[in-house]
């Protein structure tokens, strides 16, 4: 086999219709080889020093080598623990830049870099048997006229869903393309996605991911992917087509598909650890290939590893190199794979520059002026585990945010907590007073009541406690508190009552989403009525309790939920891109210009300072005023929507509201009530009319004249 001295840029393997280039990092390394291993994995390793170095990059071009080819690479170098030194040739390494990674670990003392009988000696067992192999991949792909949908954040509703749990159980998806890309690119879940009304796909985890040791010993699988190898590779796991580079090829064929339908990607990304856990975890790929460049070590025993995020490590974004492969690897996915945004997992770890979080971190300055990165859609999960880790509201104006506050204040309100009201209006009117102060817009709220993290919404108001029993810990694991109204009964039940009221919680939790000013998220399945069965940390069920089941699902729910997204993106007066002021606008619509949101107590009074606190906090009518929202068009402005009268009721009782007066509107009519899971329109109603709202349950009424 020729070889060539090849180039240290791009890192990676990288076809170019004639060989492969291989690249890679390391500054620690005596030398370095690359291994290539034939198809079947028979056991036929060759390998191939590299003499070429460059700037610490070790590199070879190899003539003939393409698409396919699977290979690792071993380094040479010292082996020290103490000194944070972690080089041992036993153990076959992954390539951190492979784009493309067959297989899974199989668990074996191999697999770690430490003799288990005198852990301060270096194993000298090959770990290559037991681990997966780097696959060079075909980099071009026919996307056509594929376009980034680019949908304005304030346009955009996002929808969280798990690429295997979506389409696993779908009757009709093939059963060979079920639970995979293929499967979601299918026309059948490309319809359903469009009809539901959402703008963006946020899929979970998609970078090649491990199943931990422990877990694989309890006979569980990291279901949700929070454990990545590979930030380059899309899992193989979930490919229909194949898993030496296909995987690559049937991811982009998705992204196309959802994109041909006016759907954004949005990937779940895992920068802040990796797989390879604390100084007893196994040696995979960066521990072996320069430990203390990709690493936080701890400064007082470089053998341990600084844990922000509970999983056993932190990556070092205050190395260079390792700031290279984030922003690589966003690059990467942006230009390559045509993916139009990213939501950061604990994204306040990639701001610990020292300890503390730091807003000014070279982290958010490198993604800030990246001409790629900074266009995309930036998500972040704004807190971990660390000191001082919660920090909703405190991200850089390029970012937007999970509301936390959003999720546990709407919660709140619905399950009847007293002295709520007035966060709960902040939250409704997009948390001005978590993101106004820094330039940002009501948008820069991705609002949630569910996730992925927690119970689904059936499970959210039909359980008090957690039965997370399944996952091998005694129920220990998970949020234990449960912060909703569990309708009066624990778990299932064939009390009609019961059910009933469970469904209107639904439905309440789903209108104050859609109804809120900022971005709305949808855990998927939520709109069908999923349940986890009480479990609330499900990360290791990759079985029917996870997977939706389409055949049982909520019709009448769904049916509800579609109409919300339509009524949302029909009124822009709901998805805004500006705050609300209180001030007067110009009126199209009565004699005298109206603020643009005002607040009322149920009998009809404006709501003053001394309101706010009171315990009939529980209920409240928030008027929005359409006569603010205005479009540009060739002849100028133009008003483009209606106003709009919202009446909240969290009491276990109904309650009688009083319709503002005439200055208002003279007629409203009925357009959404959540007591009924049916169409709401038809009764009209004057000014100074009184409108009964049932207990725990919404009304939306909107001006006719």
Same mark, same amino acid.
């Given at each position: 086999?020729?070889?060539?001295?090849?180039?240290?840029?791009?890192?990676?393997?990288?076809?170019?219709?004639?060989?492969?280039?291989?690249?890679?990092?390391?500054?620690?390394?005596?030398?370095?080889?690359?291994?290539?291993?034939?198809?079947?994995?028979?056991?036929?390793?060759?390998?191939?020093?590299?003499?070429?170095?460059?700037?610490?990059?070790?590199?070879?071009?190899?003539?003939?080598?393409?698409?396919?080819?699977?290979?690792?690479?071993?380094?040479?170098?010292?082996?020290?623990?103490?000194?944070?030194?972690?080089?041992?040739?036993?153990?076959?390494?992954?390539?951190?830049?492979?784009?493309?990674?067959?297989?899974?670990?199989?668990?074996?003392?191999?697999?770690?870099?430490?003799?288990?009988?005198?852990?301060?000696?270096?194993?000298?067992?090959?770990?290559?048997?037991?681990?997966?192999?780097?696959?060079?991949?075909?980099?071009?792909?026919?996307?056509?006229?594929?376009?980034?949908?680019?949908?304005?954040?304030?346009?955009?509703?996002?929808?969280?869903?798990?690429?295997?749990?979506?389409?696993?159980?779908?009757?009709?998806?093939?059963?060979?393309?079920?639970?995979?890309?293929?499967?979601?690119?299918?026309?059948?879940?490309?319809?359903?996605?469009?009809?539901?009304?959402?703008?963006?796909?946020?899929?979970?985890?998609?970078?090649?991911?491990?199943?931990?040791? *422990? &877990? $694989?010993?309890?006979?569980? =699988?990291? #279901?949700?992917? +929070?454990?990545?190898? @590979?930030?380059?590779?899309?899992?193989?796991?979930?490919?229909?087509?194949?898993?030496?580079?296909?995987?690559?090829?049937?991811?982009?064929?998705?992204?196309?598909?959802?994109?041909?339908?006016?759907?954004?990607?949005?990937?779940?990304?895992?920068?802040?650890?990796?797989?390879?856990?604390?100084?007893?975890?196994?040696?995979?790929?960066?521990?072996?290939?320069?430990?203390?460049?990709?690493? *936080? &070590? $701890?400064?007082?025993?470089? =053998?341990? #590893?600084?844990? +922000?995020?509970?999983? @056993?490590?932190?990556?070092?974004?205050?190395?260079?190199?390792?700031?290279?492969?984030?922003?690589?690897?966003?690059?990467?996915?942006?230009?390559?794979?045509?993916?139009?945004?990213?939501?950061?997992?604990?994204?306040?770890?990639?701001?610990?520059?020292?300890?503390?979080?730091?807003?000014?971190?070279?982290?958010?300055?490198?993604?800030?002026?990246?001409?790629?990165?900074?266009?995309?859609?930036?998500? $972040?999960?704004?807190?971990?585990?660390?000191?001082?880790? +919660?920090?909703?509201?405190?991200?850089?104006?390029?970012?937007?945010?999970?509301?936390?506050?959003?999720?546990?204040?709407?919660?709140?309100?619905?399950?009847?907590?007293?002295?709520?009201?007035?966060?709960?209006?902040?939250?409704?009117?997009?948390?001005?007073?978590?993101?106004?102060?820094?330039?940002?817009?009501?948008?820069?709220?991705?609002?949630?009541?569910?996730?992925?993290?927690?119970?689904?919404?059936?499970?959210?108001?039909?359980?008090?406690?957690?039965?997370?029993?399944?996952?091998?810990?005694?129920?220990?694991?998970?949020?234990?508190?449960?912060?909703?109204?569990?309708?009066?009964?624990?778990?299932?039940?064939?009390?009609?009552?019961?059910?009933?009221?469970?469904?209107?919680?639904?439905?309440?939790?789903?209108?104050?989403?859609?109804?809120?000013?900022?971005?709305?998220?949808?855990?998927?399945?939520?709109?069908?009525?999923?349940?986890?069965?009480?479990?609330?940390?499900?990360?290791?069920?990759?079985?029917?309790?996870?997977?939706?089941?389409?055949?049982?699902?909520?019709?009448?729910?769904?049916?509800?939920?579609?109409?919300?997204?339509?009524?949302?993106?029909?009124?822009?007066?709901?998805?805004?891109?500006?705050?609300?002021?209180?001030?007067?606008?110009?009126?199209?619509?009565?004699?005298?210009?109206?603020?643009?949101?005002?607040?009322?107590?149920?009998?009809?009074?404006?709501?003053?300072?001394?309101?706010?606190?009171?315990?009939?906090?529980?209920?409240?009518?928030?008027?929005?005023?359409?006569?603010?929202?205005?479009?540009?068009?060739?002849?100028?402005?133009?008003?483009?929507?209606?106003?709009?009268?919202?009446?909240?009721?969290?009491?276990?009782?109904?309650?009688?509201?009083?319709?503002?007066?005439?200055?208002?509107?003279?007629?409203?009519?009925?357009?959404?009530?959540?007591?009924?899971?049916?169409?709401?329109?038809?009764?009209?109603?004057?000014?100074?009319?009184?409108?009964?709202?049932?207990?725990?349950?919404?009304?939306?009424?909107?001006?006719?004249?």
């Amino acid at each position: 086999m020729q070889i060539w001295p090849g180039e240290r840029y791009p890192l990676g393997a990288t076809y170019d219709g004639s060989g492969t280039n291989f690249a890679i990092f390391s500054e620690v390394a005596e030398s370095v080889e690359l291994c290539l291993f034939d198809e079947w994995d028979l056991g036929t390793e060759r390998r191939i020093r590299l003499t070429e170095v460059d700037a610490y990059v070790w590199h070879a071009y190899l003539p003939g080598v393409g698409p396919g080819q699977r290979y690792g690479y071993r380094v040479h170098g010292p082996y020290d623990p103490a000194r944070g030194l972690r080089c041992n040739p036993a153990k076959l390494l992954l390539d951190p830049y492979a784009k493309a990674i067959d297989g899974d670990v199989q668990w074996d003392r191999a697999v770690y870099d430490y003799d288990f009988d005198d852990p301060g000696t270096p194993s000298r067992t090959d770990s290559a048997p037991h681990l997966p192999k780097s696959v060079v991949v075909n980099p071009y792909f026919d996307w056509g006229n594929d376009r980034p949908p680019r949908v304005p954040y304030h346009h955009s509703v996002i929808y969280e869903a798990h690429v295997k749990g979506l389409t696993r159980r779908h009757p009709g998806i093939p059963e060979e393309l079920r639970g995979t890309y293929a499967g979601i690119a299918h026309p059948v879940m490309i319809e359903y996605l469009a009809g539901l009304g959402v703008t963006a796909l946020e899929l979970m985890p998609v970078h090649q991911f491990v199943h931990d040791h *422990r &877990l $694989a010993d309890l006979g569980l =699988r990291n #279901y949700w992917g +929070y454990n990545t190898i @590979g930030f380059f590779a899309p899992y193989h796991g979930y490919a229909a087509m194949g898993r030496l580079g296909q995987q690559v090829q049937e991811f982009r064929a998705m992204v196309k598909a959802l994109h041909s339908a006016g759907i954004e990607v949005i990937l779940d990304v895992v920068y802040n650890h990796t797989a390879e856990g604390n100084h007893l975890g196994p040696t995979l790929a960066f521990k072996g290939v320069d430990n203390a460049t990709y690493y *936080r &070590l $701890a400064e007082e025993d470089r =053998r341990h #590893y600084v844990d +922000y995020t509970g999983t @056993g490590n932190s990556l070092n974004v205050r190395s260079p190199h390792s700031l290279q492969l984030i922003m690589d690897s966003l690059r990467y996915w942006v230009q390559e794979m045509h993916v139009d945004g990213f939501r950061f997992d604990l994204a306040a770890t990639l701001a610990r520059e020292f300890y503390a979080v730091d807003r000014l971190s070279t982290f958010f300055e490198v993604v800030q002026q990246d001409p790629v990165v900074s266009q995309v859609k930036l998500i $972040a999960e704004p807190w971990d585990v660390g000191p001082g880790g +919660y920090q909703v509201g405190n991200f850089p104006p390029v970012w937007t945010e999970w509301n936390g506050k959003y999720r546990d204040t709407v919660r709140d309100f619905w399950r009847g907590e007293p002295a709520t009201l007035a966060e709960f209006a902040s939250r409704i009117c997009g948390s001005a007073d978590l993101y106004q102060d820094d330039g940002r817009r009501p948008f820069h709220s991705i609002n949630f009541v569910t996730c992925h993290d927690g119970f689904t919404l059936a499970d959210l108001v039909s359980y008090n406690d957690k039965h997370n029993e399944a996952n091998g810990e005694s129920n220990r694991d998970g949020e234990s508190h449960n912060r909703t109204w569990n309708c009066g009964v624990e778990g299932p039940t064939e009390d009609a009552a019961v059910l009933a009221l469970r469904s209107r919680q639904q439905r309440n939790f789903l209108a104050t989403l859609m109804l809120s000013q900022g971005v709305p998220m949808i855990g998927h399945g939520d709109e069908l009525g999923r349940t986890q069965q009480g479990n609330n940390n499900a990360y290791c069920q990759d079985s029917e309790l996870t997977w939706i089941d389409w055949e049982d699902a909520d019709s009448q729910l769904l049916d509800f939920t579609r109409a919300l997204t339509a009524f949302r993106a029909r009124h822009q007066v709901f998805h805004r891109r500006r705050y609300f002021t209180g001030r007067p606008v110009e009126s199209r619509s009565v004699d005298a210009p109206l603020p643009d949101l005002a607040w009322y107590t149920p009998d009809g009074r404006e709501m003053t300072d001394d309101d706010w606190g009171n315990d009939f906090g529980r209920a409240v009518a928030l008027f929005v005023n359409g006569d603010g929202i205005k479009e540009r068009g060739a002849y100028g402005q133009r008003h483009v929507d209606d106003s709009f009268l919202i009446l909240f009721n969290a009491h276990d009782a109904a309650l009688d509201f009083t319709v503002p007066g005439d200055e208002f509107g003279k007629k409203w009519q009925q357009v959404i009530s959540t007591a009924d899971p049916g169409p709401a329109g038809g009764r009209v109603f004057g000014a100074g009319a009184v409108v009964t709202v049932p207990d725990r349950s919404l009304l939306v009424l909107e001006r006719m004249v």
